[in-house]
């Protein structure tokens, strides 16, 4: 069994390595470090939490040791996709350089320039930083690339597929052809390493997994969800989000749930926070200071729930996740292999569980395929489909709905009466206006009938009532009709 010893790193790198309880290295820091260490470049293909970090930071910790970095001109390059996976690049590297002196800085936005600057102008051996913080200071003249001798690209796939493609060409144009190379990511889809292959110079491949396979470690399964009623969706969608961590139980002692958009990742925080969970929230819009905390937090063990977008998908280290919960299927296949990876990380089991709603098939059907297996189908706890309303659903309804409903009664006349009412009230009799009725009963009792009831009898019409014929318009004739035109002249 190869250990780390046998990888030819530097002393001072192994007594950092052996400090941190590290004997046996993983199969990708095994493939990656030899050939790094040659000044080959390399291309890693590993599953997330599987020491990706390490089988850059080693290798490139032992060549820096012999040299001095110059002001304003990095020697080695760092590139990631989001500031918690820069950041946790920085922290492995203060873990396994602290027998050896060099020196660092971290270019990452919602953090002011100055700090940085002066850093920068101190001259550093490593700069790791995001490619927009980057940029900003190559811009102000603060940054030369001309002395990068090592360049790194973390989560390769996803720098090239977030829309960090021209970034990242212009940066690579600044820095020398002669540079060493290293792109390593969890997946590496066909038309992205196509794009590589412009950025490397015959690497060395190292896949120590199949593309884009998931932990055998974690423990998958989904429930398919469908709303009673579709303005309820999200939430009953939440509730169901509830009884999932309920049913877990005790065991389920920390979790990240992942929702793709930023705004339902304030809310469902927002509503797990209401019903005495202790979660918070992290994204991209949130300040840089307010997401350290929050992932110190997590980390440290104050915080149970992190509810986080696909910033916290990759690069976020925290050994003891017990589960994952997908709020929603996530638009790429691929961040599902990243988002899952949070747990089961150091050979730890891990459980992972996902909400599917119907227009969200297909996009499971793209996972499916993408990990060559189906993922376990859950039963769903709240039985759906005759689910009670809750408060919450209550509370969230459109307040709009009682205000036109009241606006409607109070703009209704005040001495308005049902139809219904006014058939059963006598009719008054309409001044001057003739009325046939019958020779023996008095006109004032033929006039205070109902109305109702006269129309009832209106079908008799035309028949003997009391011996007597009602004589109508139809059956009487004027006289002056059938006089003849003459005799109406001479009249």
């Not at 900003?136 to 940054?143: A, I, N, V, Y």
């Not at 993922?375 to 689910?387: C, H």
């Given at each position: 069994m190869t250990k780390f010893s046998d990888l030819n790193l530097a002393p001072k790198v192994l007594k950092a390595v052996e400090e941190t309880g590290y004997e046996t290295p993983t199969p990708i820091q095994a493939g990656a470090i030899p050939p790094a260490l040659e000044g080959r470049d390399v291309l890693g293909i590993a599953q997330t939490g599987t020491g990706k970090t390490a089988g850059f930071v080693l290798p490139m910790i032992t060549m820096l040791a012999r040299g001095r970095a110059r002001a304003r001109m990095p020697r080695s390059l760092v590139l990631c996709p989001t500031r918690e996976l820069a950041a946790q690049v920085a922290e492995n590297f203060d873990t396994y350089a602290k027998h050896v002196k060099l020196t660092k800085a971290l270019l990452i936005g919602g953090v002011s320039f100055k700090e940085q600057d002066k850093l920068i102008d101190k001259g550093v051996d490593v700069l790791i930083a995001t490619p927009g913080r980057l940029l900003d200071h190559f811009e102000r003249g603060k940054l030369l690339l001309t002395g990068v001798q090592i360049m790194v690209v973390d989560e390769a796939d996803r720098m090239l597929d977030m829309g960090f493609i021209p970034d990242i060409e212009r940066i690579f144009s600044l820095t020398p052809f002669t540079r060493q190379t290293l792109f390593f990511s969890a997946t590496m889809a066909p038309e992205i390493e196509r794009i590589t292959n412009t950025f490397l110079s015959n690497p060395a491949r190292i896949e120590v997994a199949r593309q884009a396979t998931t932990g055998e470690n974690i423990e998958q399964c989904v429930v398919m969800?469908?709303?009673?009623?579709?303005?309820?969706?999200?939430?009953?969608?939440?509730?169901?989000?509830?009884?999932?961590?309920?049913?877990?139980?005790d065991k389920c002692t920390n979790a990240i749930v992942f929702c793709n958009r930023k705004v339902d990742v304030d809310i469902v925080a927002k509503s797990l926070k209401k019903y005495g969970y202790d979660a918070a929230p992290i994204h991209g819009d949130l300040d840089q200071s307010q997401r350290t905390r929050t992932l110190d937090g997590f980390r440290e063990g104050s915080l149970r729930f992190?509810?986080?977008?696909?910033?916290?998908?990759?690069?976020?280290?925290?050994?003891?996740?017990?589960?994952?919960?997908?709020?929603?299927?996530?638009?790429?296949?691929?961040d599902y292999v990243h988002r899952i990876g949070r747990t089961g990380r150091a050979g730890r089991d891990g459980k992972a569980m996902m909400i599917c709603i119907p227009r969200d098939e297909r996009n499971l059907g793209d996972i499916e395929r993408l990990v060559e297996k189906e993922i376990p189908r859950m039963e769903n706890p709240l039985q759906s489909g005759g689910a009670p309303?809750?408060?919450?659903?209550?509370?969230?309804?459109?307040?709009?709905?009682?205000?036109?409903?009241?606006?409607?009664?109070?703009?209704?006349?005040?001495?308005?009466?049902?139809?219904?009412?006014?058939?059963?009230?006598?009719?008054?009799?309409?001044?001057?206006?003739?009325?046939?009725?019958?020779?023996?009963?008095?006109?004032?009792?033929?006039?205070?009938?109902?109305?109702?009831?006269?129309?009832?009898?209106?079908?008799?019409?035309?028949?003997?009532r009391g011996g007597k014929k009602v004589v109508g318009l139809g059956d009487h004739m004027p006289g002056f009709i059938a006089m003849s035109f003459e005799d109406r002249r001479g009249t």
């Amino acid at each position: 069994m190869t250990k780390f010893s046998d990888l030819n790193l530097a002393p001072k790198v192994l007594k950092a390595v052996e400090e941190t309880g590290y004997e046996t290295p993983t199969p990708i820091q095994a493939g990656a470090i030899p050939p790094a260490l040659e000044g080959r470049d390399v291309l890693g293909i590993a599953q997330t939490g599987t020491g990706k970090t390490a089988g850059f930071v080693l290798p490139m910790i032992t060549m820096l040791a012999r040299g001095r970095a110059r002001a304003r001109m990095p020697r080695s390059l760092v590139l990631c996709p989001t500031r918690e996976l820069a950041a946790q690049v920085a922290e492995n590297f203060d873990t396994y350089a602290k027998h050896v002196k060099l020196t660092k800085a971290l270019l990452i936005g919602g953090v002011s320039f100055k700090e940085q600057d002066k850093l920068i102008d101190k001259g550093v051996d490593v700069l790791i930083a995001t490619p927009g913080r980057l940029l900003d200071h190559f811009e102000r003249g603060k940054l030369l690339l001309t002395g990068v001798q090592i360049m790194v690209v973390d989560e390769a796939d996803r720098m090239l597929d977030m829309g960090f493609i021209p970034d990242i060409e212009r940066i690579f144009s600044l820095t020398p052809f002669t540079r060493q190379t290293l792109f390593f990511s969890a997946t590496m889809a066909p038309e992205i390493e196509r794009i590589t292959n412009t950025f490397l110079s015959n690497p060395a491949r190292i896949e120590v997994a199949r593309q884009a396979t998931t932990g055998e470690n974690i423990e998958q399964c989904v429930v398919m969800f469908k709303a009673s009623r579709r303005d309820r969706e999200a939430s009953e969608k939440r509730k169901l989000l509830r009884a999932l961590i309920d049913g877990e139980g005790d065991k389920c002692t920390n979790a990240i749930v992942f929702c793709n958009r930023k705004v339902d990742v304030d809310i469902v925080a927002k509503s797990l926070k209401k019903y005495g969970y202790d979660a918070a929230p992290i994204h991209g819009d949130l300040d840089q200071s307010q997401r350290t905390r929050t992932l110190d937090g997590f980390r440290e063990g104050s915080l149970r729930f992190l509810i986080a977008s696909d910033v916290a998908a990759r690069g976020l280290d925290v050994p003891a996740v017990t589960h994952i919960f997908n709020f929603d299927v996530p638009g790429h296949a691929e961040d599902y292999v990243h988002r899952i990876g949070r747990t089961g990380r150091a050979g730890r089991d891990g459980k992972a569980m996902m909400i599917c709603i119907p227009r969200d098939e297909r996009n499971l059907g793209d996972i499916e395929r993408l990990v060559e297996k189906e993922i376990p189908r859950m039963e769903n706890p709240l039985q759906s489909g005759g689910a009670p309303e809750t408060s919450e659903q209550v509370e969230e309804k459109p307040k709009t709905t009682s205000r036109r409903r009241s606006s409607k009664s109070t703009e209704a006349k005040p001495d308005y009466k049902p139809e219904a009412k006014q058939d059963n009230k006598p009719e008054a009799k309409p001044e001057n206006r003739p009325e046939v009725t019958q020779d023996n009963k008095p006109e004032a009792q033929a006039s205070t009938k109902p109305r109702n009831d006269r129309i009832r009898r209106g079908s008799d019409r035309g028949q003997d009532r009391g011996g007597k014929k009602v004589v109508g318009l139809g059956d009487h004739m004027p006289g002056f009709i059938a006089m003849s035109f003459e005799d109406r002249r001479g009249t």
